[in-house]
């Protein structure tokens, strides 16, 4: 059995040609899965959560709201717009999720 060497990631070097150059050959049927486990409930995977995966695009609008609901975002302080959009968000999640299995739009078809 190898012995485990850990490397900060500054002192990883850069991959050559060479090396993409055999990634590159490797086929898929190939590569050993053995060792890994199969995914097969992806209803906890959210990556539109991790804003370095998915960031959508903001856009500016005017509405009118109760007044009781302004002041119970503000209640929470800075931030009640991005709040108001969470929860916005969070419930057309909920809403695609009962509707049917596949949301009918996605980032493209969104004006």
């Known amino acids: 059995m190898s012995k485990m060497v850990r490397y900060k990631m500054s002192e990883v070097p850069e991959p050559s040609k060479k090396d993409w150059d055999r ?3 490797i086929k898929d049927k190939d590569i050993d ?4 486990p199969e995914i097969t409930d992806f209803s906890g995977f959210h990556p539109y959560l991790k804003r370095k995966l998915y ?7 005017t509405c009118k709201l109760d007044a ?3 002041a119970w975002l503000k209640m929470g302080g800075k931030g009640y717009q991005t709040r108001l959009n969470s929860l916005l968000r969070d ?3 909920i809403h695609f999720a009962k509707d049917s299995k596949k949301p009918k739009w996605n980032s493209k078809t969104l004006p």
């Open 23 to 25: 990634v590159r050959a």
């Open 33 to 36: 899965y053995s060792d890994i």
């Open 55 to 61: 960031k959508p695009i903001k856009k500016t609008v």
């Open 68 to 70: 009781d609901i302004i």
């Open 91 to 93: 419930c057309m999640q």
